[in-house]
């Protein structure tokens, strides 16, 4: 009896999941990017764990995890230049030297994790390629690989449209201080 009961409240709560307030929905889409980019999100959050061990920090900023750690920036100090980095994105997660730094380098890193999301496991392996084919040309392995250019076209639009929103909350304070002036 009781079973069949459970049964009944399962096959309802299936049924009317449209009508689920929309902070319980997870649109299959979305459900499936985090599947398709999750061997790497699993790979980040080992890393991010190793931070946390260390005196890191850990956060969620819209539907990615970020771990940060002041530890992580004096050790990537002693490495070969080739080698620092302030932040990596690995799958929906972001490893950062510390939080100021992920503020900055937010929007560069979240087209990090769209771009895992479009290719899934096989993202880091086409990041090496575009860097080694870079290599090969003679051009930057960082720089001018496929993916950077993305993320670093994004970020440039991300800060001029900052820039001008600043510009017109500016102008829009100036005006309003004259005014009561």
């Known amino acids: 009896m009781r079973n069949s009961s459970f049964k009944r ?5 299936a049924r009317n999941s449209h009508i689920r307030p929309p902070h319980m929905r997870i649109p299959i889409h979305r459900l499936a990017k985090y599947l398709w980019a999750s061997p790497n999100t699993i790979l980040g ?3 991010g764990l190793c931070v ?3 005196g890191g920090r850990v956060r969620t900023i819209s539907g990615v995890i970020e771990f940060s750690s002041k530890l992580l920036d004096r050790l990537l100090v ?3 230049s080739c080698l620092r980095f302030c932040a990596i994105t690995l799958g929906h997660v972001v490893v950062g030297v510390n939080e100021a730094e992920l503020n900055r380098v937010r929007p560069h890193e979240h087209v990090h994790v769209r771009q895992y999301e479009r290719w899934g496991p096989f993202f880091l392996p086409a990041y090496l390629l575009s860097s ?3 290599l090969l040309r003679g ?3 960082y720089r001018d690989n496929i993916f950077e250019k993305e993320a670093y076209d994004v970020e440039h639009n991300h800060r001029n449209l900052a820039h001008d929103q600043f510009k017109i909350a500016s102008h829009t304070d100036d ?7």
């Open 9 to 13: 409240d399962v096959l309802t709560l």
């Open 139 to 141: 051009r930057s392995a």
């Open 52 to 54: 946390l061990a260390f």
């Open 45 to 47: 959050v080992l890393i």
């Open 78 to 80: 002693k490495m070969p």
């Open 175 to 181: 005006h309003t201080m004259h005014g009561r002036l």
């Open 132 to 134: 080694l084919w870079q």
